[in-house]
């Protein structure tokens, strides 16, 4: 089961167009009830199955009503229900080769019709903002192996040299559905290189996004007039960071 009251954002701003600088003391708590089917599988030593079923169902879930020029006011809905799919699987094609991925389905849908201003949100309508899927996968290369560690989360030493690919469905910008942003893919690069030092490790690392400069929307700002924002053009990061473990 969950809870969650609204914050100060949510509270900050009241009325519709434009939302006024008053407190809104009509917001509710949200609550919900949430159920996980899970199974985690390890077929080998050297590969990782996850994935998870899932459903929420939300009473007074807190939505946007309108947003103008930054200020957004928020009301609350009647129910809503999410309900998903979770995959991950990473394995070591090689020892110096790691593939990972995981993805993500979900259907986020407004199940009860309720009032938002002068419009009326029927039942069915998807929750804007939350992309219809999401996925995400990686090729590495490590120039001393990952010494049988599939998950990224255990960080190899020396060069790391990686090709990722990100997929995300569709936005929603408002509660109707009459304004939609396209889902989008791109193709990301990193090079990283760790070197120990004592008890810690210095990384340095670096990675160019979006390598073939592919013009998309990267969010949305629900119930705003103008609701689409662009995701940056290819471009690229680099970073040096130091790690000191306290475990002997």
Do not use: C
Not at 9 to 33: D, H, I, K
Request: zero cysteines; glycine letters at 6%.
């Amino acid at each position: 089961r969950g809870f969650k009251s609204p914050s100060i954002a949510e509270t900050s701003y009241s009325g519709l167009a434009p939302p006024a600088p008053t407190f809104n003391t009509t917001l509710r708590a949200a609550t919900s009830r949430h159920y996980e089917l899970g199974l985690k599988y390890r077929p080998t030593k050297a590969s990782i199955f996850d994935v998870a079923l899932y459903r929420i169902d939300t009473d007074n879930e807190i939505v946007t009503l309108v947003s103008v020029n930054g200020n957004t006011s928020y009301i609350n809905s009647a129910k809503t229900r999410r309900e998903g799919l979770e995959i991950y699987y990473a394995t070591l094609l090689s020892q110096r080769v790691r593939l990972q991925a995981a993805g993500n389905y979900i259907s986020a849908a407004y199940s009860d019709a309720f009032q938002s201003g002068a419009d009326t949100i029927n039942d069915g309508r998807k929750i804007p903002g939350i992309p219809q899927h999401f996925v995400f996968a990686e090729l590495a290369w490590n120039s001393v192996g990952f010494a049988d560690q599939p998950r990224s989360r255990n960080r190899p030493k020396g060069l790391t040299i990686s090709a990722e690919m990100v997929s995300s469905g569709k936005l929603y910008a408002n509660d109707l559905n009459t304004r939609v942003a396209d889902g989008y893919d791109i193709a990301n690069l990193r090079a990283a290189y760790a070197w120990p030092i004592g008890r810690g490790r210095l990384l340095a690392d670096l990675r160019v996004n979006n390598l073939f400069d592919k013009k998309y929307v990267g969010s949305v700002i629900v119930a705003s007039a103008t609701p689409y924002e662009p995701a940056p053009d290819r471009n690229w990061m680099a970073g040096l960071r130091y790690a000191l473990s306290f475990q002997r």
